[in-house]
């Protein structure tokens, strides 16, 4: 099993942003992790040019986008961004991309959101031909016609994985892509509801085994401050929760918040819990480190002991 932590911006200076971003990545790097996984926050940084600074700072990590919205931008668009990331990472990133969420894609962005589950089949037609090589990409289907020359090519095959939570999503995953990244997917999900579907859809379609990346918070923390890590999880982290995408996997599992599925406690419990995502079947963690405490200086210890924690999991889980 891969072990990754999610690297994203939070509120501030942009440059400031940045500079704590890329401090992140070093860090990531030195500990051993397996891969970074950047999220496409709807009002903050671009998780592509994140990405291609973060590659210019490494030589190792997989850099992975969890998740770029397909729905805002052309498939051309993405996969010329892709690639270019792709180079200044020098061939290390995974790209996740997803059909993302009415609140973002009709709401914020004032754009259509019906059928996305075709319109996710139909844009990886055109995005996986793009990633491909160089030539002409040439894709008629019923949401695209494409006939567009592109000179870029890839310095290494680009993975793509696409968010899929229910089964038509997990049937177009498995078939098209590398894999699925996850968020509110808790190990009974992964088990009996992800893995089955993701893996017949590959097998039937003559693909490899797909990855599988969960993502969720982890807090080191004492026996006593559990329900407060759990409480902070459901307040920095629960609002995605409205989306009935969310909701509708989340039946599939035992958690009911995000809360339920924050992992928080000591070194032996935090353990024990990834191990438990091993065994459903996850073939990465995605790790939202999830500090605790009443001021500054608290949170950054506590998000400090909680990744030093999971840097010294990471090489004994593998």
Sequence with gaps: MRIGVMIGPEKGDSGRKLERMLRDIEWAESAGMDTAWIPQIPTD???????????LKTSRIELGTAVVPLQAQHPIALARQALSAH??????????????????VRDMLGLPYEKPAAYSRDYLDVLNAALRGTGSVDVENDTFTVHNPLDLGPVAPVPVLIAAL????????????????LWMADERAIE?????????????AGRPAPR????????????????????????????AE?????????????ARDIGDLCIAGDEETIAAGLRRYADAGATDLSIRLL????????????????????????????
């Design 45 to 55: 940084f671009d998780a592509l040019i994140t990405i291609a600074a973060m590659g």
């Design 166 to 181: 229910g089964p038509v999503m997990l049937r177009i995953a498995g078939e098209r892509t590398d894999g699925t990244v």
């Design 192 to 204: 009996h509801h992800v893995l089955p579907k993701i893996s017949k859809a590959a097998a039937d």
């Design 212 to 239: 599988i990346v969960a993502g969720l918070p982890v807090c080191l923390c004492a026996a006593g401050e559990v329900d407060e890590a759990k409480a902070r999880a459901n307040r920095i982290l629960g609002e």
């Design 87 to 104: 180079a200044a990472a020098g061939g290390r990133l995974a790209l996740g991309v997803g059909p993302s969420h009415h609140w973002i």
């Design 242 to 254: 409205v989306s009935p995408n969310y909701q509708r996997l989340l039946e599939q599992g035992d």
């Design 291 to 318: 500090p605790i405490g009443d001021d500054r200086d608290t949170l950054v210890a506590s998000k400090r002991r909680t990744r030093e924690m999971i840097a010294v999991l990471a090489r004994e889980l593998r």
